[in-house]
Structure formats: C-alpha cells, structure tokens
C-alpha cells in the first residue's frame, strides 16, 4: 500500500464535501448554542492546555489495542488480551468527542482525509467490538476473535497514519486552539 497515495486520494475525494459540510454544521450548531457549549468545546478542543487534547487521548485506546495484540499472539494471555480491549473500548468516547471537535474546524482538504480517517477508526472500533463479544461467548470464537483484533488494529493504525497526515501536513490558519 502506497500511503502517499492515500494521502491524495483522501484529500482530493470532493465528494466528502458534501456530507463534510453537513456534519461540520452540525458540530458546529451544538457547539455555539450557547456560551456554555462554547466553553465546553473550547476546553475540549484543548483552550486549557495550548493543544488539542485528541492526538493525546488517542495515544490510550490505540496503546491498550496493541497491548492486546501482543498478549493474543505473543503472551498467550487471551483474558488479558479481552481487558485490554475493554480499556481501549471505554476510553474511545472522549477521543471521538475531541477529533469530531477538531475535525470540525479544519480546511475543506483537511477534513476530507478527516472523513476518510473516522472511517478508517470506525472499522477499527468496530472490529475491537466484535472481537470482545466473541471473546464473551462460550462456543470458542478465540480464533475469530484474534482475526478480528488484527483488522482492528490495522484499521486503526491506517486510521492513525491518516489523523497525523492531518495534524503535520494539512494544519492551517483555522485550527488555532
């Protein structure tokens, strides 16, 4: 896979424009409601610290996810693996609260290839679900479960090497915290 490529691909895809410019209003609309909304926003896109928050929470779940992969294939520990996957799940919500946030003040290109990495995450989520439901259950669905965390944690990675082409070669004028 030719990343760079990907990287042109996601950021001339002007077809995302339109749904891009649908959600973004309607971050946009919750967040101004009122001065406490911005407040929160603010502080959720970073205000309080000098940067966004996301690239930093991200850093727990994409951690935790990788862990679990190592403790699957390396370890032998698959209940271990499960925890890690638990924590990875949990802590999710407020990285998807801060990119959405972030991704909302982004330039056109920015968040086309935004677009194309919340995808990308999505999968990943998704496959991490799956692989710990099937972890719950009793008719041994290990074997599934471990395939599905390997598509997770590439999609989440794929996902990763998208959210830093945004934040290293996409910033612009509009993303001042």
């Not at 693996?81 to 990875?88: E, P, S």
């Not at 999710?92 to 982004?106: A, I, K, M, Q, Y």
């Not at 479960?145 to 910033?171: E, K, Y």
């Amino acid at each position: 896979m030719d990343i760079g490529n990907l990287y042109r691909r996601a950021e001339s895809a002007r077809q995302l424009d339109g749904p891009s410019i649908g959600i973004q209003r309607r971050i946009l609309g919750a967040v101004d409601r009122t001065p406490t909304t911005r407040k929160i926003a603010d502080a959720l896109r970073g205000s309080l610290v000098g940067h966004p928050l996301h690239p930093a929470l991200v850093t727990v779940p994409a951690g935790a996810w990788t862990a679990s992969v190592i403790f699957d294939f390396f370890v032998r520990e698959p209940e271990t693996a499960r925890r890690l996957i638990a924590l990875g799940l949990i802590t999710t919500p407020p990285v998807l609260l801060t990119g959405w946030l972030d991704w909302s003040e982004r330039s056109d290109t920015a968040r086309r290839v935004g677009l194309v990495h919340a995808a990308a995450n999505g999968v990943g989520i998704m496959s991490f679900i799956a692989s710990y439901r099937l972890r719950a259950c009793e008719t041994g669905g290990l074997r599934s479960a471990r395939l599905l965390s390997l598509i997770g944690l590439t999609a989440v990675s794929v996902g990763g090497a998208l959210g830093g082409h945004i934040v290293f070669r996409l910033m612009d004028a509009s993303t001042s915290v």
